[in-house]
DNA sequence: CAGTGAGCGAGCTTCCGCTTGACTT
């Protein structure tokens, strides 16, 4: 048996660390947290000094006896949980559970998983600080104490299941207002002047424009009138040196944002590739507030660099952390080998690992240099200077491996499609040929919708949420019905180009699509609705800087200065009576809006949630005749919803005739509008309104996608001709009855027999059940 | 991808943060 008995949180760090210690350590992992708080309502007594009740989870049961077993036969017991609140913590729960003695227990800390790192913390090893751990239960119990009482407030007053917490109300708050704030916004139309000029010579093109804009059309064409015979020429050059520097190695939050911009990536896709390249060992931690890079870290990115690049492209940085709230356990997200520049793995492993690279090398390379130049030009009809400018990179630095995205599209339209980033050569007062000038019409923009991403990024400069947890709240947002990431389709705009060539001056209006988002976080009404609730009733809590002021005296807990049942004490009182004052008290919330009178029937028409979701209602229940409703569709609000709108709902699924002695209807669904016909769904192509559509016309729309469909078809299998070979979006695949079965990697599509299709299906993991398992429960529920 | 849309009200739901595997209908 081992002499000592180490333990750290994670099995990929103990199996790293087990190599490096002797075979006098036995290095073991307590994955994460090894108790929690009873689930139950009595977990805190609020009467008796916030006093916990803590349990085992079940399925934490056998590895915590396994560790006590081990603890008791060691000699000493080396605690090496990371060095923050959470770890602490653990150290703690630990050592009550295990029943650790204090003389065999020693506390250790490390910031980076190195041999040396670990054999000093060895040598210094400390005693569990009660301070950090006293600000984890502050925490911990102010987020059960949240939690518990405010979500029962929802199910009375709102909807039963619903939820609310210290994060993911904030995070769903942040997108309503986003919301109403776009919805508010009021786009402004103003001229955009642009010029292409050149210097005599076709080749020197160039692109200038006129800093401020025109209000009106009229300003804008007095403009072009007057350049129509004018005369330009360059008033002033000057060149200035820039430079630019590479951005901090990633944290979890910028890796889930460069991820997101770079790759595509939903944050939990991130999370999941990056665990995978974690557990083997491709890479650091990938849960960390830190842009730290060890020492190890600092010497291998400096010797790859030199190796690859050479001297001059190598700049020794450190980084600070800048985000409120980092506790910074671990180092910042980096390769474990700088001289892999890629790694074997699937294509997001590749992907991810690439993007981990480049930053983290870049990290650590010089500046890049530009040289910027900016020519003011002169008109001799007018006192505004239009003006050009250009940038060349004298020294490329960092961005030979890694240029960072931003979230700002540019909608500027470009005259011409090469490089306008360069000026050619210019002297002082030289003339100058207009090509062509435009002035168009351009909006200002509202604010972005949040992406996941930018969610996350904007949780973390309010210091809300963990690096463990942006994630999980992403996700639990979306499922608890608040919010819905989707791709919503934009309006059509017309907008005026006013173009002078040749002296004359022309004017064309063109159309453009605007406010079309994709994979973007909208608010449901029920977000809406449990949003207002709470900040009606408990304002403290979803201020954005509630989590601010409470992780200050965190802090003071921490060091020393503040007694943890003591800020409990002051935070609970309070906010206990607003909880029982908005149950005694508070109406019901309802989110229910008059729209008007319905022309036809001269009935109320109303808009309000029901039990399946937003919907629109004609009448009301005391009338004679039943009211009539209808649902409301992918972008309606309860609260954005025209009279109009709402009617137009009520002409659809609408009879368009027959086919084949079926009937045909005309409807919208969740992926758009579509025809019904005989227990099938065609969709219907982009841009044709579905009231539009006729007999004959659906007809066509029917028989086309048949065809499409037997088009696809590579094979049938004679044995059974529900089994084909079908080319699919990303590549031939099986269809086996009701069954999609992938074909393995390597498979000779033409060699597919239909012994194979038949041990396909057999193996295919979705065909052994795909129910959700649900359905006990709800029986359950309805029993009596 | 349908249409549905109350109600007498049992017994259920829920937090944040730390970490990875996992009963089978």
């Not at 004018?230 to 460069?258: D, G, M, Y």
């Not at 597919?752 to 299709?757: Q, R």
């Amino acid at each position: 048996m081992a002499k000592n008995l180490l333990i750290v949180e994670s099995p990929a760090k103990a199996k790293t660390i087990e190599g490096y210690l002797g075979k006098d350590f036995l290095v073991k992992s307590s994955y994460g947290h090894i108790r929690d708080l009873v689930k139950t309502d009595d977990a805190i007594d609020t009467d008796d000094n916030f006093k916990q009740k803590y349990e085992v989870p079940s399925d934490k049961k056998a590895l915590v006896s396994e560790l006590k077993k081990l603890a008791k036969s060691a000699e000493t017991v080396w605690l090496a949980s990371d060095e923050d609140r959470e770890g602490e913590a653990i150290s703690w729960h630990l050592y009550e559970t295990l029943g650790l003695k204090d003389d065999k227990t020693k506390r250790i800390v490390f910031h980076e998983i190195t041999k040396p790192a670990i054999l000093k913390a060895i040598e210094s090893p400390r005693k569990i600080d009660f301070n950090l751990v006293n600000a984890q239960q502050a925490r911990r119990v102010l987020d059960r104490l949240v939690g518990f009482e405010l979500s029962p407030v929802l199910w009375k007053k709102v909807k039963p299941s619903l939820s609310a917490g210290r994060v993911q109300s904030v995070a769903v708050r942040l997108i309503v207002e986003r919301e109403r704030d776009i919805n508010k916004f009021n786009a402004e139309a103003a001229f955009k002047v642009v010029a292409i000029f050149n210097t005599g010579n076709q080749k020197d093109r160039f692109k200038a424009e006129l800093p401020n804009r025109f209000p009106t059309v009229e300003e804008a064409s007095q403009f072009l009138n007057d350049c129509a015979n004018a005369v330009f020429n360059i008033k002033s050059l000057e060149t200035k040196p820039s430079k630019r520097s590479p951005s901090a190695p990633f944290t979890t939050s910028t890796l889930q944002q460069e991820a997101s911009r770079k790759l595509g990536f939903s944050v939990a896709r991130t999370m999941q590739v990056a665990q995978r390249l974690y557990e083997a060992g491709r890479i650091t931690y990938m849960r960390t507030d830190s842009v730290n890079l060890s020492d190890t870290a600092l010497q291998g990115a400096k010797s790859e660099i030199i190796n690859a690049y050479g001297d001059k492209y190598h700049k020794l940085r450190q980084f600070r952390t800048k985000s409120a709230g980092a506790q910074e356990a671990h180092e910042a997200i980096r390769p474990t080998y700088f001289n892999d520049h890629t790694i074997e793995g699937d294509n997001s492993e590749k992907r991810l690992y690439e993007l981990i690279w480049k930053r983290s090398i870049a990290s650590q390379m010089t500046e890049a240099e530009f040289e910027k130049t900016t020519a003011k030009i002169n008109i001799s009809t007018r006192s505004e200077d239009l003006v050009a400018s250009g940038e060349i990179m004298k020294f490329d630095g960092f961005l030979k491996v890694y240029f960072e995205s931003s979230d700002d599209d540019n909608d500027d339209i470009d005259l011409d499609n090469s490089d306008n980033s360069i000026l050619p050569p210019l002297s002082n007062g030289q003339n100058l040929n207009l090509e062509t000038m435009n002035a168009t019409e351009r909006f200002s923009r509202p604010p972005a919708r949040f992406t996941e991403a930018s969610l996350v990024k904007k949780l973390e400069e309010l210091g809300i949420g963990r690096p463990s947890t942006y994630a999980p709240t992403i996700s639990t947002i979306q499922n608890r019905g608040y919010v819905v990431k989707e791709d919503r389709d934009g309006k059509e705009r017309s907008f005026k180009v006013l173009t002078l060539t040749d002296g004359k001056i022309s004017e064309v209006t063109k159309t453009e699509i605007t406010g079309a988002e994709r994979n973007k976080m909208f608010p449901t009404d029920i977000g809406v609705l449990v949003n207002d609730f709470l900040v009606q009733h408990f304002k403290g809590i979803v201020d954005y800087h509630f989590t601010a002021k409470v992780e200050k005296e965190f802090d003071e807990i921490a060091q020393g200065f503040k007694e943890w049942t003591h800020m409990l004490s002051n935070f609970y009182g309070p906010f206990h009576s607003e909880v029982q004052n908005t149950l005694d008290n508070a109406d019901r919330a309802t989110h229910e809006r008059e729209l008007g009178i319905d022309p036809v029937s001269g009935k109320p028409i109303s808009v309000r949630v029901g039990r399946f979701g937003p919907l629109v209602q004609i009448g009301s229940a005391d009338d004679e005749e039943k009211p009539a409703f209808a649902s409301l569709r992918k972008g309606q609000m309860i609260e954005t919803i025209t009279l109009e709108e709402a009617l137009e709902l009520f002409k659809l699924p609408k009879k368009v005739g027959e086919f084949e002695d079926k009937e045909m209807t005309v409807a919208i669904g969740r992926f758009g509008p579509y025809i019904r016909h005989n227990s099938s769904f065609y969709s219907l192509p982009k841009g044709l309104d579905p009231l539009d559509v006729e007999q004959d016309q659906a007809i066509e729309i029917i028989k086309e996608k048949r065809q499409k469909d037997k088009d696809k078809v590579i094979k049938v299998f004679d044995e059974n001709p529900d089994a084909k070979i079908e080319n699919g979006r990303w590549g031939p695949f099986v269809r086996f009855g009701k069954q999609n079965l992938k074909i393995p990697k390597g498979t000779e599509v033409e060699k597919i027999t239909y012994a194979d299709v038949l041990k396909w299906a057999e193996e295919d993991p979705k065909a052994a059940g795909s129910k959700k398992a649900k359905t006990t429960k709800t029986t359950k529920a309805k029993k009596k």
